[in-house]
């Protein structure tokens, strides 16, 4: 069993990070471990940056988005002799075992130290874009998901008094998730990620058909990795004639107070996580499949690709 073990965020922030974090915490309290928060990542553990916690360190963050260690990204930990000062910096303060809150990006590195060093690493996948290998779901994509559909419902009262054309631009530079949940929930009649090809032209051709039909709006939820939003509702007007605007949501996505299922799940993870590492568990991501926690290999996790599921894709157009 390890007797003290540490925490981090790293990579893009989700909502309900604290959450994760929070429970990790709380959970090595409870089974008598002690435990490290780490600021910044990976950044902060090169830098030192870190700090014993007790369970009053926790308090007043679940409700927060953001997360309150801080995230960076860092280059030195790219590098192997980056990744060995880290390992270096854990071991000076007794530190056996390391949970990483993060995205790809951020497990790819933890992996990468276990590997390297040997340490036990349980990583958490948090981030909005949910596009961790072997889990349904990652922290944070509720929340970015409610974000959206408040926008779209505030978008389709303005494109509805207008007769107009609106092509919403949402994150997601490698997945379509995000823009096809909320495209579904918020009813868009066209849903543009990277992982389906799209004919822009025969797009345009419907949408005219359908405005002479008497269509009073279209609601076009793009993906930012399926193209540019502003370049999309440009080539929209000049083939249509329509009056089409554009909105880019930008980092709001990111931010805001986590959804209750966002803070729940996250705080299940960490419970995990911390039992997990403790005793003596190593290179596991927890996620959930079909509404169940589960354990995926870590190197699993970091080198295969999500893909998005085929059933939302069929949905999208069924229902447009
Ligand atoms: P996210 O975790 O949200 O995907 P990034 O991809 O920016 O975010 O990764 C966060 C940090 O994780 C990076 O700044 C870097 O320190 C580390 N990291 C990312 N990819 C790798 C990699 N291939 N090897 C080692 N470390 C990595």
Known sequence: ?????????????SPGMNAAARAVVRTALFVGARVWGINNGYHGLLEEDMFEMQSKNVGDIIQRGGTFLGTARCKRWQTPEGRMQGYKNLVDRGIQGLVVIGGDGSLRGA???????GIPIVGLPGTIDNDVWGSDYTIGCDTAANTIIDAINK???????????IVLEVMGRNSGWLAMVSGISGGAEYILVPEEEYDLDEICTEMKIAYEAGKRYI????AEGAGSGKEIGKAISEKTG???????LGYVQRGGSPTVID?????????KAALAI?????DIVFGFNRGNVVSINLHDAVTNKKKLDPEYI???KVLA
Do not use: C, F, N, P
């Not at 978008?155 to 054309?165: C, E, G, I, K, Y």
């Not at 329509?242 to 880019?248: E, G, H, M, Q």
């Not at 403790?278 to 190593?282: D, K, N, R, V």
């Open 1 to 13: 069993m390890l007797k003290s073990i540490a925490v981090m965020t790293s990579g893009g922030d």
């Open 111 to 117: 992996q990468l130290l276990s590997q390297e060093t």
């Open 155 to 165: 978008l389709r009262d303005t494109a509805s008094a207008h007769r107009r054309v």
């Open 219 to 222: 609601l076009v939820v793009v």
């Open 242 to 248: 329509l009056d089409t605007r554009v909105s880019i």
């Open 263 to 271: 803070r729940v799940k996250a705080s299940q993870l960490g419970e």
């Open 278 to 282: 403790i005793s003596g568990l190593s």
């Open 314 to 316: 069929h949905l999208a």
